[in-house]
Nanobody
Framework: QVQLVESGGGLVQAGGSLRLSCAASGPTVSSNNMGWFRQGPGKEREFVAAISWSGGSPYYTDSVKGRFSISRDNAKNTVHLQMNSLRPEDTGVYYC???????????????????WGQGTQVTVSS
């Protein structure tokens, strides 16, 4: 059974940066595609970014392109989300998720959330 633990959230001013981390435990995590989702106040959970099991083919939702960067370290079973130029609309709980199918590509339409973490709060003040 895979467990995910997110960290790195916090309060930051607009224009600032945060780096989220997702520590994964489980025998097959390195073969899973991984992603980040977020849920803002009063909003539905939405896709943010994903990366294939090999570390290639990162994919981002349009609103974070050029500002966020997803990466992974399979040796350490960790996934990171570097967030720069943060905006108040980036506020929300950020969740790490895994897709066990290990497809060679990722995008927001084909990422299946087989397991989730508990989330980490990100608050961006104006």
């Amino acid at each position: 059974q895979v467990q995910l633990v997110e960290s790195g959230g916090g309060l930051v001013q607009a224009g600032g940066s945060l780096r989220l981390s997702c520590a994964a435990s489980g025998p097959t995590v390195s073969s899973n595609n991984m992603g980040w989702f977020r849920q803002g106040p009063g909003k539905e959970r939405e896709f943010v970014a994903a990366i294939s099991w090999s570390g290639g083919s990162p994919y981002y939702t349009d609103s974070v392109k050029g500002r966020f960067s997803i990466s992974r370290d399979n040796a350490k079973n960790t996934v990171h989300l570097q967030m720069n130029s943060l905006r108040p609309e980036d506020t929300g709980v950020y969740y790490c998720a895994g897709d066990i199918r290990g497809l060679g590509y990722v995008d927001q339409w084909h990422f299946r959330n087989d397991y989730w973490g508990q989330g980490t709060q990100v608050t961006v003040s104006s």
